[in-house]
């Protein structure tokens, strides 16, 4: 159980191709249940599966309860059940002392790339990347959810 | 993973009381998402907390995704995000190496008694204790998800 606070921010692609990068990961995710106060998702990484349950975000400010499960039950999940899926290229890492996480998105969102950065208070202060761009937390066309129902090809 | 196979069956009060009994937990349990192919349930009972997801039902068998949550995560996801919840009292008693469970429900519910078998295969055989009465497998009307939505004292 918890709260996450994020806010997420468009990456200049060429600056980012230039950069110091770690080993990305394939995610493929997608969700049981999409509406405006609850999102229901199962992700699966290369080495793990979630199940998770968000609420409504309000500023930068969401509800987050996430459970592991075994990945072939996530794969299932997804075959099973998932109104719809997106897939990315997830890298993470540290910039001053705060962890980053760049998704290069796949797919119908292909040419997308954003960072998002995990705050422990909206007005937390941290310093920006030279790739990081426009900031679009508060934008909902960027949320995955409906990312997933509204590719970024299609806007 | 896996699927669940059980069937259903009315139970006679009056035997059900003069039966020798476990002691019964109380189960609080809703739904965060109820449509014909798929329902996502939380049930708090007094020790554990889980998170379920079943496929649609075929015959007596449906596939399951089983998750235990810890407790209080449970208490806030059945506060903030269920659609509806009902409660009862669960009795799980061994009859002739079978495991049965019966449901005393309580609330909109209160007056239906209603035991299940978990069968390893649909046309197993198995002996019926004395308190069992009618079928119910194939009706819908009694499975958990609708008697939240429309409880037995609307029908």
Sequence with gaps: MGQE?????????????????????????????LDPHK???????????????KGKTTGATRAEFEYE????????????FAIAE??????????????????????DNAGLIVAEIELKSEDESFERPVWVSEEVTADA????????????NKW
């Excluded at 806010?7 to 249940?33: D, I």
């Excluded at 999102?39 to 349950?53: A, E, H, N, Q, Y």
């Excluded at 290229?89 to 910039?95: P, W």
């Excluded at 066309?141 to 970024?152: D, K, Q, S, V, W």
């Design 5 to 33: 606070i994020e806010r997420k921010f468009l990456v200049n692609a060429t600056q980012w191709q230039q950069a110091e990068k770690p080993v990305g990961e394939h995610y493929r995710q997608g969700y049981l249940l």
């Design 39 to 53: 999102t229901i998702r199962v992700r699966l990484t290369p080495t793990k599966g979630f199940l998770t349950i």
């Design 141 to 152: 066309r960027y949320y995955n959810a409906n990312l997933t129902t509204m590719p970024y």
């Design 86 to 107: 997106l897939s990315k290229i997830r890298y993470t890492l540290t910039y001053k002392d705060k962890v980053w996480e760049i998704d290069e998105f796949l797919g």
């Design 69 to 80: 499960i075994p990945m072939d039950e996530a794969s299932a999940l997804l075959d099973q």
